[in-house]
């Protein structure tokens, strides 16, 4: 059984400071690594997506990838009361089977 | 461009009703997913079809659950003789192809009363 894992949060964290989000996954083979932000009562929507080892930058946003370990994470920095909302991992399965594994999501809050 | 649309949005519904559920995706992409999100819980994948090779249903719940799609254009999600458990947000999402983004609609949120 393939996995993403996440913590399910939440994770607090004060307005202006660095919200650092991480997931762990099972899948060797996997190629590419997406982060998807959820509001409440709406459908993810694409942030990030990373696939080389290394950092990746947009913004307040960087994406990190380690494949030996199996990790990717998320940093937001100056974080923002608007930020606050479910991050959702998601990995993409080897095989040719063109699939998405997503982790349950790590719930941020962000507090002025 | 675009985006995927899915209608209804929302769906009211008496349990022991079919209902019928549909997704539009992004033009061009060849794969296209339905997920179930039940209220507070994580994405469940339901099915997903790519081209016109046989669609991976191994994530319906029940046989009273199936879905078509008509090579890469539209599709539908049928829920026969819905039950109360049914009642959450339906996801539709497309992707390109392999290793690409997948992006998602707006999602139909099904009630069942």
């Known amino acids: 059984q393939k996995e993403v894992e996440q913590n399910s949060g939440p994770l607090s964290v004060p307005e202006g400071a660095i919200a650092s989000l991480n997931c762990t996954y099972s899948d060797r083979g996997s190629q590419s690594f997406f982060w998807y932000r959820q509001y409440s009562g709406k459908s993810p929507e694409l942030i990030m997506s990373i696939y080389s080892n290394g950092d990746k930058e947009d913004g307040r946003f960087t994406a990190q990838l380690n494949k030996a370990s199996q990790y990717v994470s998320l940093l937001i920095r100056d974080s923002q009361p608007s930020d606050s909302a479910t991050y959702l991992c998601a990995v993409s399965s080897s095989g040719g089977y063109n699939k998405l594994i997503f982790g349950a999501g790590t719930r941020l809050a962000v507090h002025p | ?113």
Do not use: M
């Not at chain 2, 995927?4 to 022991?16: H, L, R």
């Not at chain 2, 999402?93 to 983004?101: I, K, L, M, T």
């Open chain 2, 1 to 113: 461009g675009a985006g995927v649309s899915q209608s209804p949005s929302n769906k009211v519904t008496e349990k022991g009703k079919d209902v019928e559920l549909r997704c539009d995706p992004i033009s061009g992409h060849t794969a296209l997913y339905w997920y179930r999100q039940r209220l507070g819980q994580g994405l469940e994948f339901l099915i997903y079809f790519q081209g016109n090779s046989a669609p991976d249903k191994s994530g319906l719940p029940s046989d009273r659950f199936s879905a078509e799609r008509t090579g890469e254009s539209v599709s539908t999600l049928t829920i026969q003789r819905t039950q109360q458990e049914d009642s959450a947000v339906y996801l539709c999402a497309s992707r390109y192809g392999p290793d690409y983004e997948q992006y998602f609609g707006p999602g139909t949120r099904l009630t069942v009363t």
